[in-house]
């Protein structure tokens, strides 16, 4: 592996040439370790960023542990760019690697290196930590997004950063979830369209004889709910919704509620944990949402909408009910799918979602469960939205 002068090397020339000790943070000998620290503090006090060398707080692994590695075919790992098996031969715990092939979102073939798993994956010394998450119905070792290894998933072709949770299996390990690449499978197309969505939504025309909204129960009203031709929409927060949820992060939910607003095609109340999906609020400050042909029921059907948030687009249905005077929820999955971190208590962001929900009488998921189904409807209806304001 090239690492040119290193952080070792720099320190080294560093303490050459200085007579006086460093500035603003002392030099001193340490004895802990940057594996799973880059960037920042070790746990012992010595440091992993950049600026360790010229300081003299350098970890002993600084170097090896940190210096970047991108899709160096002499040392391939978990993560590392593949076209075909022979791009991964190495040794993961008695596990030999193989390359994952996919298709992005406009069917461009990619693939990167990876073991199955249940529970925990392996690391390796020079490369980003890695995850257990479900691809394709099993569990897969991916690469962690990380700034210092991949560029935050840039240089793995084909794959995009999102929040996932740990595929935990049979294994009784302990649920976790975590920023990970995982493969794109957003089209450009749907990229612009998402950036053309967000541009009809950067001035309001408030839903006549509706009030302000808030984010939180106790909170000020701030929030307004605005009106185009063919959907209302809202840009708030995202609090996570668990209801329904069966597995985790919402069997962790202290909030949980067994039921929601909606049920699937198979009669089972609507997964929050698997099933992407928002909620709109119930009757009051002036908004009934069945006033505009939004609904959701039991017979596995829900209004259609639009999530945006930083630059990602989803669609998705109306799935649950919400308190009245309170916008900004989504459930889980929806949450995961869109790189917002997922878990009911921690999770969640304070600002910068938009919410876009289609109105009038065909603007119905159905079945509410199916990814596909919310897509197709979505797409229509967003180009519609589009034409028409």
Known sequence: MTTG???????????????????????????????????????????????????????????????????????????????????????????????????????????????????????????????????????????TSDSTFNDNCEEIPGTRSAFRSRFVGSSGASSSARSVCVPDQRSAATGD????????????????????????????RTIEICELDGAIWWRADADIDCDGGRSEPCTSDPWYQPSTSSKDSTGQFVDSATVPHFVVPMS??????????????????????????????????????????????????????????NHPVSGGVADGVTYIVFTGPDTYVSPIESREAAESLGEELAQRLLENN
């Open 5 to 143: 002068l290193g952080l070792m090397g720099a320190l080294l020339m560093t303490l050459a040439g200085c007579d006086t000790a460093p500035q603003g943070r002392e030099a001193t000998a340490f004895a802990g370790s940057c594996e799973g620290h880059c960037g920042g503090m070790a746990p012992a006090g010595c440091y992993c960023d950049p600026d360790c060398a010229a300081s003299g707080d350098c970890c002993p692994d600084a170097e090896l542990a940190c210096t970047p590695v991108t899709a160096n075919e002499d040392d391939p790992w978990i993560g590392t760019p593949c076209v075909d098996d022979q791009d991964c031969r190495f040794d993961a715990n008695g596990v030999e690697g193989s390359c994952m092939g996919f298709e992005d979102g406009d069917g461009v073939s990619h693939g990167f290196c990876s073991v199955p798993c249940a529970g925990p994956c392996p690391d390796s010394t020079g490369h980003a930590m890695t995850f257990c998450v479900e691809l394709e119905g099993a569990g897969q070792c991916v690469s």
């Open 193 to 220: 369209l998402a950036a053309d969505l967000l541009a009809l939504t950067q001035d309001c025309d408030r839903l006549e004889g509706t009030q302000l909204f808030r984010t939180d129960a106790g909170r000020a």
């Open 284 to 341: 009051g400050s002036g908004f009934n949402p069945r006033d505009h042909g939004i609904k959701t029921n039991w017979s596995a059907i829900g209004s259609a909408g639009a999530i945006l948030y930083d630059g990602q687009l989803l669609f998705a249905p109306y799935a649950d009910a919400g308190p009245r005077h309170v916008v900004g929820e989504l459930s889980a999955a929806a949450a995961a799918a869109l790189g917002i971190p």
